[in-house]
Nanobody, 122 residues
Framework: QVQLVESGGGLVQAGDSLRLSCAASGLTFTMYHMGWFRQAPGKEREFVAAIRRSGGSTDYADSVTGRFTISRDNSKNAVYLQMNILKPEDTAVYYC???????????????WGQGTQVTVSS
């Protein structure tokens, strides 16, 4: 079955960096656009970043543009999220997601990971 397994979360201070990884299995990775979403306590799950199948195009939420970078390695069936200059408002559970559809939105996701906690202290 399809599995998306996130890793790399943790507790950091404001201004620090973290790199999240997502290992995909059970799917033809190059057929899927990949994304990262996050959900803070009491809030809805929100889009963070997305990358197209080939890795040639990326998209970011306004709140993370310039600080976060999404990338993928199709030879390793992996997607990454480099997070720099972290802020307390970045605190959330971060989810890896895959979709074979045209757009990466919460409504179009085919597969979700289990999530990894990122906590940023001030």
């Amino acid at each position: 079955q399809v599995q998306l397994v996130e890793s790399g979360g943790g507790l950091v201070q404001a201004g620090d960096s973290l790199r999240l990884s997502c290992a995909a299995s059970g799917l033809t990775f190059t057929m899927y656009h990949m994304g990262w979403f996050r959900q803070a306590p009491g809030k809805e799950r929100e889009f963070v970043a997305a990358i197209r199948r080939s890795g040639g195009s990326t998209d970011y939420a306004d709140s993370v543009t310039g600080r976060f970078t999404i990338s993928r390695d199709n030879s390793k069936n992996a997607v990454y999220l480099q997070m720099n200059i972290l802020k307390p408002e970045d605190t959330a559970v971060y989810y890896c997601a895959a979709t074979a559809r045209l757009f990466v939105t919460r409504a179009t996701i085919d597969y979700w990971g289990q999530g990894t906690q990122v906590t940023v202290s001030s």
